[in-house]
């Protein structure tokens, strides 16, 4: 690629159309980082070359995030992927991958999507693992404005409000990096009540939206939310298996049915007529189930346990869950203190035990980036009821 970039008009020789050959003939036995490296490196050379076949092995990878309106390439599942190396770099791959679909398929509707996960998985919003990989995506993004246009976008934007006008931006190549587009309602700006959002746009450019809601709420139960990060919590009755034996050897050989103690999980129902019975002494297990997009360090989840239940367990540290998180028995809550928590979908459970009979709600279980308030999620709250045996 980089002897490609130094001469682009020298012709072919044979020695370049030999290796020529045989990356094309060998480009599916190479890393997805090799494999768009050739395709820009054939870009570069004389005559027209189709680069299309180069995209299409990396489809392959292709993962797309309807939801959140973002595609990566997953490359968990690549045998060859090795992380030490700097071929192994997920993030100078993706953004190889965006270099080429500006060379290939400029209008490609997986390259916005592109964009906007790797700015989702910023550092801290400044940088990502390396000044290296830092400096490429950051080259990445300049064709990609360059080659779609949206580095000289020519545009006005209205937000109304119940249809009032409360902002006015105006986007031009000179300040479309620096103007203030943020429109922020808060406090009695903000009534009770339905109101509706639009935003119009005069000119030619793409517009790009973000929205934040924080609220207070009366509702009963609360209902869960979140994007990024998201949390579900069930609550489980445990049943002795009365019948759970193992067979282990007697003082003279012979095999004996030794009693285990095993339980059984059923599933405490948020409506309350279709849930088993809770009565005092029982255990009871919450599993907290997080569905992450992304991979994100310093998280906090705290679980709000039921008034009338108490842990198992009252020692804090680190108990070997999948997280590997560091676990806090509190007073009205249990906290685990993730310092990594990978893309996809995890789980951590505890268990308490029913003590004081009664009615009694669970408010929702939440997560949250410790140096990112804006990152959290929340469960939905449950209900338990506790009676007497």
Known sequence: MVLAESYPTAAIDSATADMLEFLQRDRGKLSPYGVAMVGIAENHLPDK????????????????????????????????????YWYGSEFETQAYYLKLLMRADPKSPVAPRLVKYLLNN????????????TAIVIEAFAEYLKTTGEGKPNATVEVLVGGEV????????????????????????????????????????????????????????????GLEVKIERRIYKLVRDESATTAVAGNRG????????KYKRELLQRAEDASPPVHSGDLIEVELI??????????????????????????????????????EFRDERVA???????????????RLRAE????????????????????????????VNIVDK
């Open 166 to 225: 409360k902002k006015t931006v105006e986007f031009t190549p000179e300040n479309f990096l620096t103007v203030d587009g943020t429109l922020v309602l808060e406090g009695e700006q903000v009534t009770t009540g339905t109101h509706k959002v639009e935003v119009r746009k005069k000119g030619d450019a793409p517009m790009y939206i973000t929205a934040y809601l924080e609220n207070f709420t009366l509702e009963d139960p609360i209902e869960k939310a």
């Open 290 to 327: 997080i569905d992450s997009k992304n991979d994100y360090e310093s998280l906090l989840i705290e679980d709000w346990k039921v008034a009338g239940c108490e842990p198992v367990d009252v020692r804090s540290g680190y108990n070997g869950n999948e997280l590997g998180a560091y676990v």
């Open 356 to 383: 004081v009979p009664g009615e009694f709600s669970a408010l929702p279980a939440k997560i949250e980036a410790m140096y990112a308030p804006e990152l959290r999620g929340n469960s939905d709250e449950d209900k």
């Open 254 to 261: 012979q095999v004996l049915d030794l009693k285990t103690e």
């Open 336 to 350: 685990f203190f993730v310092h990594r928590l990978m893309r996809g979908k995890h789980s951590v459970s505890y």
């Open 49 to 84: 070359h189709d680069l299309m076949p180069y995209v299409k092995i990396l489809e392959q990878y292709l993962t797309q995030d309807e939801e959140n309106q973002t595609a990566y390439l997953n490359l968990n599942n690549y045998t060859g992927w090795c992380w030490w």
């Open 122 to 133: 910023r550092k801290h919003a400044t940088y990502w693992n390396s000044t290296r990989d």
